[in-house]
């Protein structure tokens, strides 16, 4: 039981570069989630899905495009990487909705833009 | 959103009990408070998850006031390995919404001999 999966762990990209980030959960969740992590900022949610085929906007959507194809999976794109978008992404998966219930989250990717 | 703040930083001695407080001025009526543990280079994790009143499991405590507006995470007796990042998250309250789900920006405790 791997729990929460992220891939890949480390990237450098150029401004104008496209990537996808991969989430992958064992625990038949329903609710995954993609943070970004800054300094000082804490963790800020960028989109979210209820279940398979859903996803909707989270505080901080601009940039980023998401898809759950299958229930294991959620997938962050950048279409278009700009610095600001440098960060620590963390994925995240509760049976219910976080907050009532408990969000495990995954190790991280950390994403340099230059 | 629900704005959350957390002292920045704060120092123990082991053996210590700590207590970290979280403020939440516009919590809503079914939100609930829920706190988290992040080590260096981990993603975080559960520690305690509260309503109102007084939660306690294993390793914590969690305390809310019947106004519900600040929550305060404890810790007994900790030890140097309670050192790192403390969050507390707000929300939970509205079925399918969580865009409202607002993180603290964190709390770095260090845990000295």
């Known amino acids: 039981n791997a729990g929460v999966t992220q891939t890949p762990k480390f990237r450098v990209l150029k401004t104008g570069q496209s990537m996808t980030l991969l989430c992958a959960q064992d625990m038949n969740h329903e609710y995954m989630y993609w943070y970004r992590q800054d300094p000082g900022m804490g963790l800020r949610l960028i989109h979210y899905?209820?279940?398979?085929?859903?996803?909707a906007k989270g505080e901080v959507p601009d940039g980023y495009n998401v898809s759950r194809l299958k229930k294991q999976n959620f997938l962050l794109g950048l279409e278009s990487a700009a610095p600001s978008q440098t960060s620590v992404y963390f994925c995240a998966s509760s049976l219910g909705l976080a907050g009532r219930e408990t969000q495990y989250f995954g190790p991280g990717t950390r994403l340099l833009v230059l | 959103l629900a704005k959350t703040t957390q002292p920045i930083s704060m120092d123990s001695y082991e053996g210590q009990e700590v207590n970290i407080t979280c403020s939440h001025n516009?919590?809503?009526?079914?939100?609930?408070i829920t706190w988290y543990q992040q080590f260096p280079s981990q993603g975080p994790r559960f520690i305690i998850q509260?309503?109102?009143t007084k939660v306690t499991n294993e390793v914590a405590s969690l305390f809310i006031p019947a106004d519900r507006k600040s929550s305060t995470l404890s810790l007994p007796r900790v030890s140097l390995s309670d050192t790192a990042v403390y969050y507390c998250l707000v929300g939970g309250g509205y079925t399918g919404t969580a865009s409202k789900l607002t993180f603290g920006t964190g709390t770095r405790l260090q845990v000295t001999l």
């Open positions: 509260g309503y109102k």
């Open positions: 516009n919590i809503a009526t079914n939100d609930y």
């Open positions: 899905s209820v279940g398979e085929g859903t996803t």
